[in-house]
């Protein structure tokens, strides 16, 4: 298994939205608090990469929520060229990583993908999607 985990790769991603700063605070007794939020835009910023074992490859921010256009573009520019053939991608059950156009760009390199199943803990997941690499005794 260990000469696996080379090979093995997760795409996550996660956003922040601009607008969510602390309303509240301290200050000196009878003294006003007075702060400044971030950027002065309020939007939506997303973060995506392939997590590995050793690093993280293909890291990207966008501005916005993900969609599958976005998704698409992130694959065919960002983690294609990454892959090497054979490596393993494991996605969650998201409609917008369910895109024939991504998946054909994967195959395209010679590296396969798997989804997590939904209704799981991220750890269930992953062992979930390694059971079918398990060899059967």
């Known amino acids: 298994m260990a000469n696996l985990l080379p090979r093995i790769g997760f795409i996550d991603e996660t956003s922040l939205k601009t ?4 309303t509240t605070g301290w200050s000196a007794k009878g003294a006003r608090l007075t702060d400044h939020t971030p950027f002065g835009h309020w939007n939506t ?3 995506i990469a392939a ?31 990454t892959l090497h053939p054979g490596d393993v991608i494991i996605l969650d059950n998201l ?5 024939p156009k991504a998946a054909d760009a994967m195959r395209e390199v010679g590296a396969w993908f798997l989804f997590r199943c939904s209704g799981k803990t991220p750890h269930w997941g992953l062992f979930w999607s390694l059971q079918p690499l398990q060899p059967r005794s």
Not at 55 to 79: H, K, S
Not at 95 to 99: A, D, I, L, P
């Open 51 to 81: 997590l590995r074992h050793d690093r993280l490859d293909a890291p990207w921010v966008i501005d916005g929520a993900m969609n599958r256009d976005l998704f698409e573009l992130y694959i065919e520019t960002q983690l294609a060229p």
């Open 45 to 47: 910023q997303t973060f």
């Open 19 to 22: 607008n969510m700063v602390k």
């Open 95 to 99: 409609s917008s990583h369910k895109s």
